[in-house]
């Protein structure tokens, strides 16, 4: 629940707030959401506590969606967009998977 509100209001946020300056939304979800993951693996073993840190930590990681997604759109035309949007998402797609075996490997 917290990303789809995270998501709605990343937009209005990001347009709105910061008058489409996309690169301070994208900032701001990567930093709020490294310290939501640093309170999630610290938060003592409470049901409501770790709703609302989860919840929390959904809403940081996806406030930054609309501003990564709408970032390409201004540096790229019509017909490259595609391509542009697809190499976004494929660069956080490759983090997400190599991001647990390079932590790992550091153990």
């Known amino acids: 629940m917290g990303g789809l ?5 990343g937009g209005v946020i990001s347009d709105k707030v910061f008058l489409k300056r996309r690169k301070s ?24 506590l770790v709703s609302l840190s989860l ?8 406030i930054g969606w ?3 997604t709408a970032y390409p759109m201004g540096l790229t035309s019509k017909e490259t ?12 797609n490759l ?5 647990p075996m390079i932590v790992g490997a550091n153990r």
Request: proline share 5%.
């Open 25 to 48: 939304t994208m900032l701001i979800t990567a930093i709020a959401t490294a310290i939501m993951m640093l309170v999630v693996v610290n938060i003592p073993d409470n049901g409501t």
């Open 55 to 62: 919840g929390l930590a959904g809403f940081f990681l996806n």
């Open 95 to 99: 983090g997400g998977f190599f991001s």
């Open 5 to 9: 509100i995270g998501v709605l209001l």
């Open 81 to 92: 967009f595609p391509v542009a949007i697809a190499i976004v998402n494929s660069g956080g």
């Open 66 to 68: 609309p501003a990564f």
